[in-house]
């Protein structure tokens, strides 16, 4: 498996911006399908946003197209997540995730198919 580390949430006012980050640790980081998933208080756990570390497809849930961009640098082994235009109900934990494979395919928001994850990043957005 590989270790995940989320950093870079907090608290914003909407229209604001943050910028997520998640570093990986440990084995095969570089064929792997990454993704964003949040969950909200009583909320399911939701995906937000998902890449491959090998650069075939990118996918975004209907709520952040336009908003959100998912991005990688494979030589520091870091994804990011720039959120803009945020509105309060972005507010959520925010988890980085893994899949041993590097396809996302359609299925690349059903978390079943992750099996390593980060300890999240709560972000908050004020109205």
């Known amino acids: 498996q590989v270790q995940l580390v989320e950093s870079g949430g907090g608290s914003v006012q909407a229209g604001g911006s943050l910028r997520l980050s998640c570093t990986a640790s440990?084995?095969?980081?570089?064929?792997?399908?990454m993704g964003w998933f949040r969950q909200a208080p009583g909320k399911e756990r939701e995906g937000v946003a998902a890449?491959?570390?090998?650069?075939?497809?990118?996918y975004y849930a209907d709520s952040v197209k336009g908003r959100f961009t998912v991005s990688q640098d494979n030589a520091k082994n870091t994804l990011y997540l720039e959120m803009n235009s945020l509105k309060p109900e972005d507010t959520a934990m925010y988890y980085c995730a893994a899949k041993e494979l590097w396809r996302c395919g359609s299925t690349w928001y059903s978390s079943n198919e992750y099996n390593s994850w980060g300890q999240g990043t709560q972000v908050t957005v004020s109205s």
């Open positions: 440990g084995d095969r980081y570089s064929r792997r399908c």
């Open positions: 890449t491959s570390t090998v650069g075939i497809g990118t």
